[in-house]
């Protein structure tokens, strides 16, 4: 019964930044390496970011790196991404994910998704 519940999605401002929020409950494998994705309307689904168990390696899709930063916190078992310098163009509806490689789709839960709304 493990659950991706994200959080911290809403509108913001272009320059602007959110913090996204990913808790994660019931019994997962604890050393997953997890991630976000995110989809536009009218677009395929996206990389954007993971980060491995112990937070030692991150892989940064091109079209946020330097504005984008993930984090996670195993002690509360959650996954934050802080998004700064927002630009329309990161409007999307944003999905905290887990399993062996994110990047790589590998893919074992995902989350319902949270909303971010980049207004120019």
């Known amino acids: 019964q493990v659950q991706l519940v994200e959080s911290g999605g809403g509108l913001a401002q272009a320059g602007g930044s959110l913090r996204l929020s990913c808790a994660v409950s019931g019994r997962m494998f604890s050393r997953y390496t997890m991630g976000w994705f995110r989809q536009a309307p009218g677009k395929e689904r996206e990389f954007v970011v993971e980060?491995?168990?112990?937070?030692?390696?991150?892989y940064y899709a091109d079209s946020v790196k330097g504005r984008f930063t993930i984090s996670r916190d195993n002690t509360k078992n959650t996954v934050y991404l802080q998004m700064n310098s927002l630009k329309p163009e990161d409007t999307a509806v944003y999905y905290c994910?887990?399993?062996?490689?994110?990047?790589?789709?590998?893919?074992?839960?995902w989350g319902q998704g949270t909303q971010v709304t980049v207004s120019s």
């Open positions: 980060i491995t168990w112990s937070g030692g390696s991150t």
């Open positions: 994910a887990a399993g062996l490689a994110v990047v790589a789709d590998r893919v074992d839960y």
